[in-house]
T-cell receptor, first 114, second 114 residues
Framework: AQSVTQPDIHITVSEGASLELRCNYS??????LFWYVQSPGQGLQLLLK??????LVQGIKGFEAEFKRSQSSFNLRKPSVHWSDAAEYFC????????????FGTGTLLAVQP | DVKVTQSSRYLVKRTGEKVFLECVQD?????MFWYRQDPGLGLRLIYF???????EKGDIPEGYSVSREKKERFSLILESASTNQTSMYLC?????????????FGSGTRLTVV
């Protein structure tokens, strides 16, 4: 069965430090992969997506993610975290198809220390 | 940009009331989804619709129903609200033919049932 695992429920980093949020998926073929961010009290905003091609994808707000087929991973990275990056981050995998249902991970809550 | 608008940001309802949550999208998307979000549980799919008057149950449909009379509008109905339905409700939409674009989310409705 398709699934998405975000092993880290909560992460705290210092402002200016680098960040990596982990995402592992289980899927039979090459999936569509997404990272979303949710600021407190808001809906989810798309950060970046991968479908094919270059396995390192760039997104908004200085984020990037790397698709590693051999590890079934799609980890999110940022070289230098800003206080405004404090939010919850969700990884999702898409089976595509007509209804385009996504499967979401349970999220990683990022706290940023000054 | 696609906009998904949820009619209320915050709602407080009494136990036993019939509650309507409205969602409207403006980009002619075929697919629409209702999720609830609870701490530690991530996003759980309640219902989705892939066309007008079409609906399918998601993972947690009990206690909910939906209506899609027009393509742009997808309503979630709590037939008799209960305190365990206190949650954040998120609506999303997507294009049938453009899976790579993922979902666009509304800002959410925080429902409290007292």
């Amino acid at each position: 069965a398709q699934s998405v695992t975000q092993p880290d429920i909560h992460i705290t980093v210092s402002e200016g430090a680098s960040l990596e949020l982990r995402c592992n998926y289980s899927y039979g073929a090459t999936p569509y992969l997404f990272w979303y961010v949710q600021s407190p009290g808001q809906g989810l905003q798309l950060l970046l997506k991968y479908f094919s091609g270059d396995t390192l994808v760039q997104g908004i707000k200085g984020f990037e993610a790397e698709f590693k087929r051999s590890q079934s991973s799609f980890n999110l990275r940022k070289p230098s975290v800003h206080w405004s990056d404090a939010a919850e981050y969700f990884c999702a995998v898409g089976p595509g198809g007509a209804t385009n249902k996504l499967i979401f991970g349970t999220g990683t809550l990022l706290a940023v220390q000054p | 940009d696609v906009k998904v608008t949820q009619s209320s940001r915050y709602l407080v309802k009494r136990t036993g009331e019939k509650v309507f949550l409205e969602c409207v999208q403006d980009m002619d998307h075929e697919n629409m989804f209702w999720y609830r979000q609870d701490p530690g549980l991530g996003l759980r799919l309640i219902y989705f619709s892939y066309d007008v008057k079409m609906k399918e149950k998601g993972d947690i449909p009990e206690g909910y129903s939906v209506s899609r009379e027009k393509k742009e509008r997808f309503s979630l109905i709590l037939e008799s609200a209960s305190t365990n339905q206190t949650s954040m409700y998120l609506c999303a939409s997507s294009s049938r033919g453009r899976a790579i674009y993922g979902y666009t989310f509304g800002s959410g409705t925080r429902l409290t049932v007292v």
